[in-house]
């Protein structure tokens, strides 16, 4: 049998496939803008553009880094006041995994900034910020397992297959820049439960988080080999063809359309996604100001992660999110607290205080928003060798850039075990981050089996944080 050439079929059959890929192209522009990465207006008026989730991976001890308590000391080695016993374990049994002991941090306190706020001496570098952020000190989770607690803090479910933060927000806003993803993963080690934590899930496919690779190029595979190189677009409008008179006879089929965007994206990242990665094209000022060429490997790795987060958000990538850890343990400091917040506040501090910084001095911090939040907090009681269980009942997160208003909100008790002061459940942080840029948290859904599903739940369920907008 004689095969014709590649011209030789599109000769003789352009006609047919150019009705085709009009009618493909013609029900892209009738699908709902939601549906496609193409960038659309807010709903409401926008304080952000753009999101930077910084993901602190197995759970900080925040009463050891900003929710400074004097107590802990008076109360250090001694049993956890009666009081504070009243409560029970909904979530998860904090009082029968630890000692009946508090047990205080060695570290040094100090108020910094106009407000004053304390910041302990784990963390310098971001203390000269401190003007800036909005500490939320009274987060609950409903989990205290990690896999649960992460996907609800990414996804807004305690069970995986719930479409993530970034989806909807892209889902809702698409993305400036066709070149690139619109919702970017910069991790060495991801959240615990995998890649559920930024799935699209029921979403249009072009909303899932596509991991970038932080050493070498982005994307592996993504430069054509020299001999393909002439011919490439040309292949790639034949597949695209032959894939949309597939799709054209399976109207309504969300895994076709995102194949089809899937191969258009990949085509036009390779011009795009390649920069992204030449961080050593920024200012020897600019790397030393993250920490890249420091002899500490770990601070050296986040502050690349967040220096191309930066690069990232300035092509118009909407959603970034980086994850810290470098081995699967993170902040998750079960023995040994004192080492484990010591090792990774000297991972993260410099390189935070630095994209706060480099977003401030570019322009860019006023209408990006930059999150800082691990899944739960940790327990104020000793576990095993000077350790901290898991502590869903309070914890804090920071919030500052795209519209926030710095200051703190919340409490918890003396000793930092439970929000006791404007208690924020996970799904009033979503809803404040979705409010920010511009969308209304009960209009933003998707029918999915019969079923308005919403990042934020039953419509009304959830509140703004009070006082976190300004």
């Not at 990665?277 to 967040?306: C, F, I, P």
């Amino acid at each position: 049998m004689r095969h014709p050439s590649r011209r030789q079929a599109l000769e003789s059959s352009g006609a047919g496939f150019a009705s085709v890929a009009l009618g493909a192209m013609m029900a892209a522009e009738a699908r709902p803008a939601g549906e496609s990465l193409a960038a659309s207006a807010p709903r409401l008026p926008a304080r952000a553009k753009r999101v930077i989730f910084l993901f602190q991976y197995g759970g900080p001890s925040t009463f050891d880094l900003f929710d400074y308590k004097p107590d802990l000391q008076k109360l250090d080695g001694k049993p956890v006041p009666a009081s504070l016993r009243k409560n029970p374990d909904r979530v998860g049994g904090v009082f029968s995994h630890c000692k009946d002991q508090v047990m205080a941090g060695p570290w040094k306190w100090a108020r910094h900034g106009n407000s004053g706020a304390w910041v302990s001496d784990l963390l310098p570098r971001t203390a000269a910020h401190v003007d800036k952020l909005c500490q939320v000190r009274s987060m609950v989770s409903e989990s205290s397992n990690h896999a649960p607690a992460t996907y609800l803090m990414n996804t807004g479910a305690i069970l995986g297959g719930k479409p993530s933060l970034g989806s909807w927000v892209t889902y809702g806003l698409g993305t400036p820049n066709r070149n690139l993803p619109g919702f970017v993963l910069l991790f060495k080690v991801g959240g615990l439960g995998g890649s559920a934590n930024w799935s699209n899930a029921f979403l249009p496919a072009p909303h899932q988080g596509t991991h970038f690779r932080h050493e070498g190029p982005p994307v592996l595979n993504l430069e054509p080999p020299t001999a393909m190189a002439a011919s490439q677009r040309d292949t790639i409008d034949l597949i695209q063809q032959l894939n949309a008179r597939h799709s054209s006879a399976r109207p309504g089929s969300a895994e076709l359309e995102g194949r089809i965007a899937s191969y258009e994206l990949a085509y036009r990242m390779q011009s795009e996604a390649l920069d992204v990665g030449e961080v050593s094209r920024e200012t020897m000022a600019t790397q030393a100001a993250y920490g890249l060429h420091d002899a500490n490997k770990d601070k050296a790795l986040y502050g690349r992660m967040l220096l191309q987060g930066r690069r990232l958000l300035e092509k118009g990538v909407r959603f970034v999110q980086v994850y810290n850890a470098v081995d699967k343990l993170g902040w998750d400091a079960h023995d040994n607290n004192e080492d484990y917040h010591r090792r990774n506040c000297a991972q993260v501090d410099q390189p935070t205080a630095a994209l706060l910084a480099d977003l401030e001095q570019r322009g860019m911090l006023d209408d990006t928003l930059v999150v800082w939040a691990g899944e739960f907090g940790r327990t104020p009681m000793m576990q095993g060798n000077k350790g901290r269980n898991h502590n869903p009942y309070g914890f804090t997160i920071w919030m500052a850039g795209g519209g926030v208003r710095p200051g703190i909100i919340g409490s918890t008790d003396e000793i930092g075990l439970r929000a006791i002061g404007d208690v924020q459940p996970v799904k009033n942080l979503h809803a404040t981050i979705l409010t920010a840029l511009g969308l209304n948290p009960d209009e933003l859904q998707f029918e999915f089996n019969g079923r308005q599903e919403r990042l934020t739940g039953v419509a009304q369920s959830w509140k703004l944080i009070p006082g976190a907008l300004a």
